[in-house]
């Protein structure tokens, strides 16, 4: 079975690019533009997996992971943003995983990989 | 006078001679011839002397001494026996020597016989006269003893007054001084029962006080009624001492005697005790047989009877004062008392006070009001519940309720007092380690709901008069709110208004349901005195909170003001160009990952056309995207110092409105325009200021073209409205679209480089536009609000002189 991915990503032109890499790789992919639209996913349905960009209008990808964590679920997350900066900030500490974006998108494919394995077998 | 001798001789011849010879010698002689014919005339007359001379009768001669003895008994006369010679040496009894006062031997001669009868007269006139000195002696050794017992009585008079005296001195009550008193007087009379009545100058009633007959240890104190006619009483009147042999002989006062003394007395003595002149009582002796006393007693009595009167009238007085004293002080220790009763109550006040005053938070504050209501040392009510008006709503509502909701709670809650001992000090100690538990009054109080238009309800009542109303019979009484009748069952309970200054806050509804004990009014009082205090405190907490509110308030403007500066002067900072370079590089980043991506999946499907025709159209918007943010860094970091030209403001929006007229027409957005054609000519530079311009109304069709895509409204009914007006030294031009409008955070932003809403938007735009505004002089203001769209107005000065350009 799929794992689900909720890809959270305000760039158009990022989402179509990750959407099709990550399809490639058998992930089932969920699209949202911004992190109130992600919230609003998460409140209804269950992913494996959350890939967060951290600079977007609106709210940003730091106050959305805070919000995530208050959830209180269990889904790790991946930060995954063109600023490597981020990664000093505390307040990203809460995230499984810290890519910064490339071209060459293996780095997070593995992470990707690596997280969910981690994951499920500390779940099981 | 001549002695007369009486001679006993048997011989004739020899009687001759006695006759003759005792005549011749002048006495006067009685000559018998017998024994029995001298107590024949013994008998007759007396003799001074008795001579028996010689034997003739049958008789011996001591038999007839001791008969002549007998006849002279009563006096005594002395015997002279003359005996014969030669009988001296046989048969002369010398027995006889005692019984005779002399004896003569035969032969004697008459000078002899008559020289031995005159020696017996001497003696016996020596003997006479000592016989009567010795009769005198003894008379007055008599006499003198007389005078002893007398002296001896009159020093136990003596010893009885002073030990009077000794007493009154003391400071005894009546009992023990009348016990004392019994002691004495008992010396002085005896009596098997004795006692006292005394006047009672203001009641009909007298005072008896009576040494117990049976046991003399006990004095029995009553009140009798004394009649004046009749037995003790009369001596009220008469003020003479009465003696009475036998009570028993006058019926109609038996009792009475009986009454005052024992019902075995049958004689009776009743002395006035009089005092200064004045009747103070009667003492009454009494003994249990009649005729028992003399005026000899009395009169012993009678001169102790002055002290007596003195000690038992100081006694009595003293007993007065005593009893008088200790009503005093009795009363000024109840007066203490309540005194120390109101100050303890007083100075609990006080402390409730204080504490009131200091604590801030209202819901706190209501808790310890209502704990010192029913707290047991304090104002002694069972429940409390507290009521707040609200005036907006029109409505009184109850806040908070302490107390036991049954009998059965009230009982344990006691108990745990009482057995904690706690009194309103600890409560104020312990306020905040004992937590407001939420019981059923207090839920049943919450409950409560008035309108203030019910004005026939008592707690309405006492809000509009500011009046206390005890409820004596709220089961009954239609006046009082269902809730406080049926839930809380109570028949009598208290309302008192909660004053601040002029103002009602709201009531205290108070009972003392389960002791039972009615609501005195003093607990009122209190009540109320503690209610202004408690209405001073909840209007002060009520302050405190809205000033705590104010002061929030104002801390959070400050902080937002502070923010405001730090971001303006991180924007400031942001302007350098190291910082600008690390942005820059991050908003190169998106593109270029998106770039490099599909470049790497094209060359991943080289085959797939469709692909291959997507991606390089992705491509080529994301390299245009690049170019774009690179034009506006540019256009950022060196826009060049403005060019200043006069011109016409009018003439750059109409420019730019046909440059931008198929973006309106894309929207469907209507302009309106109202470009003011007398505006002055003012100094600015044309492309930048078109530059500023074209970024605001940009901005005005993106907002539209969301709010299309939201769904707000169909297309044709957006606007943007351009218009130009002077406004005193500013040049005014406004830009106002019905867009989705801006949040107070994203206007707070607007000006700041990189910040942006715009999916792929650099944030540099209105960056830009508030640079140039600034660099001519002027600057922008913008009012928004999300949903209705937003105004920008730009203020440019009128200058038309060079001079003053900055």
């Known amino acids: ?124 | 006078m001549t002695e007369a001798i009486l001679v006993v001789e048997s011989n004739e011849y020899e009687r001759k001679f006695f006759h003759n010879t005792l005549a011749i010698h002048g006495f006067t002689a009685e000559i018998v011839p017998s024994v029995s014919d001298a107590v024949e005339q013994l008998k007759i007359k007396p003799f001074d002397l008795v001579i028996i001379s010689h034997f003739v009768e049958n008789i011996s001669l001591s038999d007839s001494i001791l008969s002549v003895r007998k006849v002279c008994d009563s006096s005594y006369v002395p015997i002279m026996l003359i005996t014969d010679s030669d009988s001296d040496h046989n048969g002369f009894d010398h027995n006889y020597i005692t019984d005779v006062d002399d004896y003569l031997p035969r032969p004697f001669s008459v000078k002899m016989f008559i020289a031995r009868i005159r020696a017996m007269f001497r003696i016996a006139h020596l003997e006479k006269s000592l016989s009567y000195c010795h009769l005198t002696v003894e008379e007055k050794s008599k006499n003198g003893e007389k005078k002893i017992t007398k002296t001896r009585s009159q020093v136990k008079q003596m010893l009885v007054i002073n030990k009077i005296l000794n007493i009154i001195a003391a400071d005894i009550n009546i009992d023990v001084l009348f016990g004392a008193l019994a002691r004495e007087i008992r010396k002085l009379i005896a009596f098997d029962a004795i006692s006292i009545i005394l006047k009672n100058s203001y009641q009909d009633v007298q005072r008896l006080v009576l040494i117990d007959p049976e046991d003399n240890s006990r004095v029995i104190t009553k009140n009798i009624y004394l009649l004046a006619s009749k037995g003790p009483g009369r001596v009220f009147l008469t003020r003479q001492i009465m003696l009475v042999g036998n009570v028993r002989k006058d019926m109609d006062s038996q009792i009475e005697y009986e009454q005052v003394l024992s019902t075995q007395v049958k004689s009776v003595v009743i002395f006035p005790l009089i005092s200064k002149g004045k009747l103070i009582g009667i003492l009454n002796v009494g003994s249990n047989k009649p005729k028992s006393y003399r005026k000899g007693d009395i009169r012993l009595v009678k001169k102790v009877l002055s002290p007596i009167a003195s000690s038992i009238e100081n006694a009595s007085l003293y007993s007065e004062v005593k009893a008088l004293t200790e009503q005093l002080q009795q009363t000024v220790n109840e007066r203490n008392k309540e005194i120390e009763n109101k100050y303890y109550q007083l100075s609990l006040l006080n402390k409730v006070g204080n504490a009131m005053q200091g604590m801030h938070e209202l819901d706190r504050l209501l808790h310890l009001i209502l704990t010192c209501v029913t707290a047991g040392g304090a104002i002694g009510f069972n429940r409390a519940m507290l009521l707040l008006v609200n005036h907006e709503k029109g409505i009184v509502k109850g806040m908070m309720g302490v107390g036991p909701a049954t009998a059965e709670e009230a009982g344990r809650i006691w108990d745990k007092l009482s057995k904690e001992n706690w009194r309103l000090d600890d409560f104020l100690a312990h306020i905040d380690e004992y937590p407001s538990q939420k019981s059923a009054v207090d839920e049943i109080t919450r409950s409560i709901r008035l309108s203030l238009d019910n004005e026939s309800d008592f707690v309405i009542r006492s809000i509009m008069e500011k009046k206390t109303f005890l409820i004596n019979d709220a089961l009954y009484e239609k006046r009082v709110h269902p809730i406080i009748k049926e839930k809380l069952h109570t028949n009598e309970f208290v309302i008192v208004p909660l004053l601040a200054r002029d103002k009602v806050l709201g009531v205290i509804i108070a009972d003392k349901l389960f002791s039972g004990k009615s609501i005195d009014k003093d607990s009122i009082q209190l009540l109320t005195m503690f209610a202004n205090q408690a209405g001073l405190a909840i209007e002060r907490a009520d302050a405190y909170e809205k000033l705590t509110v104010k002061i929030e308030e104002l801390k959070e403007a400050y902080e937002e003001l502070k923010d405001t500066q730090n971001k303006l002067v991180r924007s400031e900072r942001l302007a350098t160009i190291g910082k600008m370079a690390a942005h820059v590089a991050h908003e190169i980043r998106n593109p270029l990952t998106t770039i490099g991506g599909f470049a790497h999946a094209m060359m991943k499907f080289s085959h797939d056309m469709e692909k291959v025709k997507r991606n390089s159209k992705i491509i080529y918007e994301e390299v245009y995207r690049l170019e774009r943010i690179l034009q506006n860094v540019l256009d950022f970091t060196k826009p060049g110092s403005p060019v200043f030209e006069l011109g016409c403001i009018n003439e750059v929006i109409d420019e730019i409105i046909n440059f931008l007229q198929d973006d309106f027409e894309n929207c469907n957005i209507t302009l309106r325009k109202e470009l003011h054609l007398d505006i002055p000519r003012i100094l600015f530079d044309a492309q930048q200021i078109r530059q500023a311009f074209i970024n605001l109304i940009k901005n005005s069709i993106y907002s539209i073209s969301e709010a299309i895509k939201c769904g707000n409204g169909s297309s044709g009914n957006h606007l943007i409205e351009l218009s130009t007006t002077t406004e005193n030294e500013y040049l005014k031009i406004k830009i106002l679209d019905t867009g989705v409008g801006m949040t107070p955070t994203v206007i707070e932003n607007l000006f700041n480089p990189f910040f942006t809403t715009k999916p792929g938007g650099s944030g540099l735009g209105l960056a830009v536009t508030h640079k140039i505004i600034e660099e001519h002089g002027g600057f922008i203001d913008v009012i928004s609000k999300v949903g209705s769209g937003s105004e920008f107005i730009i203020y440019l000065p009128l200058r038309t002189d060079l001079s003053g350009t900055p």
């Open chain 1, 1 to 124: 079975m799929n794992e689900r991915i909720l890809l959270i990503e305000d760039d158009v032109n990022q989402q179509i690019l990750y959407e099709q890499e990550l399809v490639q790789e058998k992930y089932q992919v969920v699209l949202a533009s911004s992190a109130q639209e992600a919230l609003d996913y998460l409140k209804k349905q269950t992913f494996d997996l959350i890939i967060l960009d951290i600079c977007m209008p609106g709210k940003d990808g730091i106050e959305a992971l805070s919000e995530i964590m208050e959830l209180n679920n269990k889904i790790p997350v991946i930060i995954n943003t063109a600023y490597g900066t981020y990664k000093e900030n505390f307040l990203t500490w809460s995230a499984e995983a810290y890519v910064v974006k490339s071209s060459d998108l293996t780095e997070l494919k593995t992470t990707i990989r690596n997280v969910i394995d981690r994951n499920k077998a500390g779940v099981d």
